[in-house]
């Protein structure tokens, strides 16, 4: 090797230390994270050859940016290599197929026996699926193999991890901490929030949990973590979630901790741990980042049993016979901001809703549903499910038209019924999804209008009570 060519091989064994204090991860909720680690520089005069073995398996290799932070040292990357095919079994016995080699086979009773055996297939399939292997003993082809592998040396050129190396340039020798910055893909984060209430009441506690998944093919230890709320456009396939199990969380609040950080950042949110958070490879873990003791809360139910819209078009079809829904939904409703108990900009994820039974104190699930990236002073009205005490029923009692006359007229009985021992208030939802030109006639009582198309009646309900709202939707054009 010549004199002005030296190899900085990185060991971990060596980095650990540095890696550990060091390592800063910020993850995106879209399959990638940004992630930084320091590496120490010995550039001699000339050109250097510098390893690192810690990159995930996912690199993407062209976003990689090597620099000096303080800007003091001159330097210039030649060139850069990627390698993702770290020594493993399935490989080595690819890389000495059609080739015998030594196995051993341990007997339960201690006894070990070494024999040998030709790889007629290794099952090794680069990308793919792999497949059985097909090892010849004694002239006898056995599917799968006979005992452990015991392979020769490859010599230097293999790597156990995932690794990158550059051809580094420099006009002088100089020692730094350079940081190394690349995105990639494997990582995703998720919200989840627990909704706790009174058996009778509305006033909640309401806990946000984090959940980090790393799938990159490397572990961090003590890694510094950031994440990133908000759609940030990736230039790359659709990855399909994978299905995880969550793990029960207690809801006692342990006294002082250590609180999320969040902040504005460019058009996005940006959450940072408190604690540095070590996370290997294929695991899952949950921080806490979102405590709210009182929340105000509403609960509102909805008759909403018409599944037209209106689309632009003149609907003129009488729809005789038709049968309508009769569950009544619940909603919890409740605005983003101090006031209610919150003002955080809440991330994306699922609200999980709890009753306490205060027969005998335990918790029990009432529904649950997903919000979209909320910010401050927004309000959300969640749908958990339907009432099982309110019934709602809707008919179409008389419906005309007069095409020369560009008119028609269709009239709707809607009755809400309260079955419970609680009074009730039920807001009846009417679309006009028949024309653009309405006009409602002979309400049996107010009624407000929502939007374009839509009107809304409050009926208030005592307990066993029933109320009918009719009203005729009078359309011009």
């Known amino acids: 090797m010549p004199d002005t060519m030296k190899t900085t091989l990185l060991a971990s064994a060596l980095l650990a230390p540095i890696l550990g204090a060091e390592t800063?991860?910020?993850?995106?909720?879209?399959?990638?994270?940004?992630?930084?680690?320091?590496?120490?520089?010995a550039l001699q005069a000339g050109e250097t050859t510098v390893s690192f073995d810690?990159?995930?398996?996912?690199?993407?290799?062209?976003?990689?940016?090597?620099?000096?932070?303080?800007?003091?040292?001159?330097?210039?990357?030649l060139e850069q290599g990627y390698r993702n095919d770290p020594v493993s079994r399935s490989l080595l016995l690819g890389h000495f197929e059609g080739e015998t080699i030594d196995f051993r086979q341990t007997y339960p009773d201690g006894r070990v026996e070494l024999f040998k055996g030709r790889i007629v297939r290794s099952g090794h399939v680069p990308g793919g699926q792999a497949q059985d292997p097909i090892i010849e003993v004694d002239g006898q082809l056995r599917f799968g193999l006979p005992g452990e592998p015991l392979f020769p040396s490859l010599g230097d050129d293999s790597i156990l991890r995932p690794t990158l190396s550059w051809t580094i340039g420099a006009r002088e020798a100089a020692e730094f901490d350079a940081q190394l910055s690349y995105l990639s893909q494997g990582f995703r984060w998720e919200a989840d929030y627990n909704f706790v209430a009174p058996e009778k009441g509305e006033t909640a506690t309401m806990t946000g949990w984090i959940t980090v998944d790393n799938q990159s093919g490397t572990g961090f230890q003590d890694a510094k973590v950031k994440l990133v709320a908000g759609d940030v456009n990736i230039m790359q396939p659709k990855v399909p979630m994978r299905m995880r199990a969550m793990e029960e969380m207690a809801m006692a609040d342990v006294g002082a901790r250590a609180e999320v950080q969040e902040k504005a950042f460019d058009d996005f949110h940006l959450y940072t741990l408190p604690?540095?958070?070590?996370?290997?490879?294929?695991?899952?873990?949950?921080?806490?980042?979102?405590?709210?003791?009182?929340?105000?809360?509403?609960?509102?139910?909805?008759?909403?049993?018409?599944?037209?819209?209106?689309?632009?078009?003149?609907?003129?079809?009488a729809i005789q016979g038709q049968q309508f829904s009769k569950d009544i939904s619940i909603f919890w409703e409740f605005t983003n901001d101090e006031e209610s108990g919150l003002g955080m900009p809440l991330p994306a994820g699922r609200v999980r809703f709890y009753r306490t039974d205060q027969d005998d104190g335990n918790l029990e699930f009432v529904g649950e549903n997903n919000i979209d990236h909320t910010p401050r002073n927004e309000e959300l009205s969640i749908y958990t499910g339907n009432a099982f005490d309110l019934v709602g029923e809707r008919k179409v009692t008389d419906f005309?038209?007069?095409?020369?006359?560009?008119?028609?007229?269709?009239?709707v009985e809607v009755t809400v019924k309260n079955r419970s021992k609680e009074a009730k208030t039920v807001k009846v939802r009417e679309h006009l999804w028949r024309w653009s030109n309405w006009e409602i006639e002979d309400a049996s009582m107010d009624f407000e209008k929502f939007d374009a198309q839509t009107i809304e009646f409050m009926v208030e309900l005592q307990p066993d009570e029933e109320k009918t709202v009719t009203y005729t939707a009078h359309y011009t054009w």
């Open 24 to 41: 800063a991860l910020t993850i995106y909720n879209r399959d990638l994270a940004v992630i930084r680690e320091v590496v120490p520089m």
């Open 54 to 77: 810690r990159a995930t398996a996912r690199v993407q290799a062209d976003s990689v940016v090597l620099r000096d932070p303080a800007g003091q040292a001159a330097f210039a990357i």
């Open 275 to 317: 604690r540095p958070l070590t996370i290997r490879d294929k695991e899952t873990k949950q921080v806490e980042f979102l405590r709210a003791p009182e929340v105000k809360a509403t609960k509102a139910y909805v008759y909403d049993p018409v599944n037209m819209r209106y689309h632009g078009g003149r609907n003129t079809n």
């Open 400 to 411: 005309q038209r007069k095409d020369r006359e560009n008119w028609m007229r269709e009239s």
